[in-house]
């Protein structure tokens, strides 16, 4: 027996000197567990027991969260990993349960995830980029780094892609279904198909959602994926003027910890800004009004930073920064010579690299023969869809499919992405069953859009649209009162209410109308406004008229007055 044991070692040694995933932990299993977020019906979610380190004998047992919506009939299911590194899947299983309907749906979350045991937390490093955007304290992100770095207990060797594809070929064989079809988005793609690799019989197709090519270095390749889509959107000369002016001037700018919630004065400089339109991008709905918005960043118009900002702030909570880094500096890191860091997320990433000294991880050159479906935003900066084209040259079944006016993320933000993902799932040699071409939401150019905060402002306010309520609902008053007083002098007041409600009609004809989407009032209204408040002026101008006539009644100085202040108001602040 002490033979058979020493031999046991003695492969057990090698295979880990080899990086290689070992046999399954003795003590792996399945644990049930309460969903910790709202789930559809007929879920269940549960942990998956499995060594830290595959490739170290005797390794401490982790967490896997996962989750499963049984859907009772007979086809492969479907599994989904989030992308990140760090993001969470439980989050989307009812979205992916009406993307596969008659399949069971898993997710499967990243070990050290925010569901999965060790949760590998650093919220040190999002506060750290905040401050580090002072000019005062520039190493805060490398501190924070540390501070994490030295409180984490995790052997991070064992959070690696290598490892998380493992996870996900093991939770096939614990959940007992013979084959499956393998969804990732981003990051995940690559554990996808590397799981695909290592689980050839259990994979019966696989879709790459904004496809990350190993081969390709994320971080050198960072500047020019966002300096693609900005020519692809036709502003590259005023982004590259808006960058000029910022660098020589930054913006001063209050911003909120999205860890503590207490304000911070920061300034940003162009290439900062830069950075967070590149985020935006991410967004299919942000997409169309980008133009736009550089445009008047380019024009010194600073208020229009506050959605990028607040925006940002959400992405720094959105992703375990312990895991996050655990696998970029072991698996994306050692790949980059980080010539470039103009940008924040470059910049920031660097740092915690260097600080943390994490060896990298080899090359897995994953490869796949199942049919494989892989999904590209025209607009992406993060994953561009012409890298994503060339690298599947090496997956002998996959095509590529590419579509308009969207982000990062097709089948979470595109409705012909989805029908797409479905068709795929129900036959992977059915065509695109949509227009994948046609745009989401026409882009805006730049003028085309009166640059004004008032939309942004009211969803977090509403009571800044009063005077509009007021001068809207007044006018419809002296339109009734007007026209039942005629007689008696009340043709004035009617007209007044009459050019009022016209202003107000149009407005809201031409706010409907508007190119860019929803997302387009959150910087500005059409420029036809503009001249529509003149019928307002016009308004104004008869309800004064009404008020000072002979015998005038002394109500009639009210609509006058609340005229008066609504001018002042568009003119003076809402436009």
Same mark, same amino acid.
């Given at each position: 027996?002490?033979?058979?044991?020493?031999?046991?070692?003695?492969?057990?040694?090698?295979?880990?000197?080899?990086?290689?995933?070992?046999?399954?932990?003795?003590?792996?299993?399945?644990?049930?567990?309460?969903?910790?977020?709202?789930?559809?019906?007929?879920?269940?979610?549960?942990?998956?027991?499995?060594?830290?380190?595959?490739?170290?004998?005797?390794?401490?047992?982790?967490?896997?969260?996962?989750?499963?919506?049984?859907?009772?009939?007979?086809?492969?299911?479907?599994?989904?990993?989030?992308?990140?590194?760090?993001?969470?899947?439980?989050?989307?299983?009812?979205?992916?349960?009406?993307?596969?309907?008659?399949?069971?749906?898993?997710?499967?979350?990243?070990?050290?995830?925010?569901?999965?045991?060790?949760?590998?937390?650093?919220?040190?490093?999002?506060?750290?980029?905040?401050?580090?955007?002072?000019?005062?304290?520039?190493?805060?992100?490398?501190?924070?780094?540390?501070?994490?770095?030295?409180?984490?207990?995790?052997?991070?060797?064992?959070?690696?892609?290598?490892?998380?594809?493992?996870?996900?070929?093991?939770?096939?064989?614990?959940?007992?279904?013979?084959?499956?079809?393998?969804?990732?988005?981003?990051?995940?793609?690559?554990?996808?198909?590397?799981?695909?690799?290592?689980?050839?019989?259990?994979?019966?197709?696989?879709?790459?959602?904004?496809?990350?090519?190993?081969?390709?270095?994320?971080?050198?390749?960072?500047?020019?994926?966002?300096?693609?889509?900005?020519?692809?959107?036709?502003?590259?000369?005023?982004?590259?003027?808006?960058?000029?002016?910022?660098?020589?001037?930054?913006?001063?700018?209050?911003?909120?910890?999205?860890?503590?919630?207490?304000?911070?004065?920061?300034?940003?400089?162009?290439?900062?800004?830069?950075?967070?339109?590149?985020?935006?991008?991410?967004?299919?709905?942000?997409?169309?009004?980008?133009?736009?918005?550089?445009?008047?960043?380019?024009?010194?118009?600073?208020?229009?930073?506050?959605?990028?900002?607040?925006?940002?702030?959400?992405?720094?909570?959105?992703?375990?920064?312990?895991?996050?880094?655990?696998?970029?500096?072991?698996?994306?890191?050692?790949?980059?010579?980080?010539?470039?860091?103009?940008?924040?997320?470059?910049?920031?990433?660097?740092?915690?690299?260097?600080?943390?000294?994490?060896?990298?991880?080899?090359?897995?050159?994953?490869?796949?023969?199942?049919?494989?479906?892989?999904?590209?935003?025209?607009?992406?900066?993060?994953?561009?869809?012409?890298?994503?084209?060339?690298?599947?040259?090496?997956?002998?079944?996959?095509?590529?499919?590419?579509?308009?006016?969207?982000?990062?993320?097709?089948?979470?933000?595109?409705?012909?992405?989805?029908?797409?993902?479905?068709?795929?799932?129900?036959?992977?040699?059915?065509?695109?069953?949509?227009?994948?071409?046609?745009?989401?939401?026409?882009?805006?150019?730049?003028?085309?859009?009166?640059?004004?905060?008032? =939309? %942004? *402002? +009211? @969803?977090?306010?509403?009571?800044? &649209? #009063?005077?509009? $309520? /007021?001068?809207? !609902?007044?006018?419809?008053?002296?339109?009734?009162?007007?026209?039942?007083?005629?007689?008696?002098?009340? =043709? %004035? *007041? +009617? @007209?007044?209410?009459?050019?009022? &409600? #016209?202003?107000? $009609? /149009?407005?809201? !004809?031409?706010?409907?109308?508007?190119?860019?989407?929803?997302?387009?009032?959150?910087?500005?209204?059409?420029?036809?406004?503009?001249?529509?408040?003149?019928?307002?002026? #016009?308004?104004?101008? /008869?309800?004064?008229?009404?008020?000072?006539?002979?015998?005038?009644?002394?109500?009639?100085?009210?609509?006058?007055?609340?005229?008066?202040?609504?001018?002042?108001?568009?003119?003076?602040? #809402?436009?």
């Amino acid at each position: 027996m002490r033979q058979w044991t020493t031999l046991l070692t003695v492969t057990l040694a090698v295979i880990g000197s080899l990086g290689l995933p070992g046999p399954a932990h003795a003590d792996g299993g399945i644990e049930d567990r309460p969903c910790p977020v709202p789930v559809p019906a007929a879920t269940t979610c549960g942990f998956m027991l499995v060594p830290e380190r595959r490739d170290v004998f005797g390794s401490a047992t982790v967490k896997v969260g996962f989750a499963v919506r049984r859907a009772g009939g007979d086809q492969p299911p479907l599994v989904f990993a989030s992308g990140g590194p760090g993001s969470a899947a439980l989050p989307l299983i009812g979205t992916l349960a009406e993307l596969a309907p008659g399949r069971d749906v898993i997710v499967i979350e990243q070990r050290g995830g925010r569901y999965s045991e060790p949760r590998l937390e650093c919220p040190e490093i999002a506060t750290g980029i905040v401050a580090g955007l002072k000019a005062s304290r520039p190493d805060e992100v490398t501190v924070a780094a540390a501070t994490c770095r030295a409180r984490l207990k995790a052997d991070l060797k064992g959070y690696r892609t290598q490892e998380i594809a493992a996870d996900i070929v093991d939770l096939r064989h614990s959940l007992g279904y013979p084959e499956w079809n393998l969804l990732g988005i981003s990051y995940s793609t690559r554990a996808m198909l590397l799981a695909a690799a290592m689980d050839p019989e259990g994979t019966r197709s696989v879709v790459l959602d904004s496809y990350l090519p190993e081969s390709t270095p994320w971080y050198d390749q960072a500047v020019p994926s966002l300096r693609g889509s900005i020519a692809k959107l036709g502003v590259t000369d005023r982004f590259d003027a808006m960058v000029a002016r910022l660098n020589r001037t930054p913006a001063e700018v209050e911003i909120r910890d999205p860890v503590t919630d207490t304000p911070v004065e920061v300034r940003l400089t162009g290439d900062d800004v830069a950075t967070l339109i590149g985020e935006a991008l991410r967004e299919t709905d942000v997409v169309p009004i980008v133009p736009a918005l550089v445009d008047g960043l380019a024009d010194g118009d600073y208020t229009l930073l506050r959605p990028l900002v607040d925006q940002a702030g959400g992405a720094l909570t959105s992703h375990e920064w312990g895991e996050y880094y655990a696998v970029q500096c072991q698996d994306e890191a050692p790949s980059n010579t980080f010539a470039d860091k103009r940008l924040i997320t470059v910049a920031a990433d660097a740092a915690v690299c260097a600080q943390w000294r994490l060896t990298g991880s080899r090359p897995e050159n994953a490869t796949t023969e199942a049919p494989v479906l892989v999904l590209g935003g025209q607009y992406d900066p993060t994953t561009p869809p012409e890298t994503a084209r060339a690298a599947i040259q090496n997956l002998p079944n996959a095509r590529f499919a590419e579509f308009a006016g969207v982000g990062h993320g097709v089948f979470l933000s595109s409705r012909c992405g989805r029908e797409t993902v479905t068709a795929f799932l129900n036959d992977p040699g059915a065509k695109t069953p949509c227009d994948a071409g046609q745009r989401p939401h026409e882009n805006l150019k730049p003028g085309e859009l009166h640059l004004t905060m008032l =939309g %942004y *402002t +009211a @969803l977090g306010a509403p009571w800044v &649209l #009063a005077p509009l $309520g /007021l001068f809207l !609902l007044t006018a419809a008053v002296q339109l009734l009162g007007g026209a039942l007083t005629v007689r008696r002098g009340g =043709g %004035y *007041t +009617a @007209l007044a209410g009459l050019t009022g &409600l #016209a202003f107000g $009609g /149009l407005a809201a !004809l031409s706010l409907t109308g508007m190119a860019g989407g929803p997302n387009a009032l959150g910087i500005g209204v059409p420029p036809a406004i503009v001249w529509y408040g003149l019928l307002a002026i #016009a308004s104004a101008a /008869l309800s004064i008229v009404a008020a000072f006539r002979l015998r005038a009644p002394a109500i009639t100085i009210l609509p006058a007055g609340i005229g008066m202040i609504f001018v002042t108001w568009l003119y003076g602040w #809402a436009l």
